[in-house]
């Protein structure tokens, strides 16, 4: 079957680094997606990993095993405006995404 | 660049009437888009991808019927949600993907619509 599991919530606080992690079981696995979603706002793009490692871009990066079947979002120099909610996103064959239910994050002051 | 828009943003109707929701890809042609639907809280769950020139892909459990796609050009797609009953409140969000751009897996995501149905 389909399966995506991040945690639900996690709290950090400004200035910090925060991982997010997500595992995956999923058909057909063709790259991992990490969005970011503000309240009653559509996702923003974030990163897109297909080969194992490690992708930097600035504050963000995210990493994939796919032996594992493991990603994380790791948020460094933790701004207020990072609170939301971050997609792991698996893609199945050549356009479905698979979404997890989120992860909201709240940083604190 | 990848901006995709869609209107209306909010939309409240009774019980029983139509709704169009309109997705339009901006700066880039899109030959697919993809209609989601998001509780919330909860995931964003697909709901169907939209082909230009042709008949609409449904999910599972999905009423093609009830709501009703049409991609017209390759920059629009519309979804219908017919005969909307309270239940159908929702976040709906399309998205379409860049095959022109540096990443074609990559689906770029318009603002939503939420939807109240009375």
């Known amino acids: 079957g389909q399966n995506i599991d991040q945690p639900t919530e996690m709290t950090a606080t400004e200035g910090a680094i925060v991982q997010i992690n997500c595992t995956y079981q999923t058909s057909g696995f063709n790259g991992l997606f990490w969005y970011q979603q503000h309240a009653g706002e559509a996702p923003t793009f974030l990163s897109y990993?297909?080969?194992?490692g490690l992708e930097e871009k600035g504050r963000f990066s995210s990493f994939l095993s796919r032996s594992k079947g493991y990603s994380y979002l790791l948020l460094k120099e933790l701004q207020m405006k990072d609170s939301a909610s971050y997609l792991c996103a698996a893609l199945s064959g050549t356009y479905k995404y698979i979404f997890g239910t989120g992860t909201r994050l709240k940083v604190l002051a | 660049g990848a901006v995709v828009s869609q209107h209306p943003s909010r939309v409240i109707c009774k019980s029983g009437t139509s709704v169009k929701i309109e997705c339009r890809s901006l700066d880039f042609q899109a030959t697919t888009m993809f209609w989601y639907r998001q509780f919330p809280k909860k995931s964003l769950m697909l709901m169907a991808t939209s082909n230009e020139g042709s008949k609409a892909t449904y999910e599972q459990g999905v009423e093609k019927d009830k709501f009703l796609i049409n991609h017209a050009s390759l920059t629009l797609s519309t979804l219908t949600v017919t005969s909307a009953h309270p239940e159908d409140s929702s976040f709906y969000i399309c998205?379409?993907?860049?095959?022109?751009?540096?990443?074609?897996?990559?689906?770029?995501f318009g603002p939503g619509t939420r939807l109240l149905v009375l």
């Open positions: 998205s379409a993907r860049d095959l022109g751009g540096d990443s074609r897996e990559t689906q770029y």
């Open positions: 990993n297909v080969l194992d």
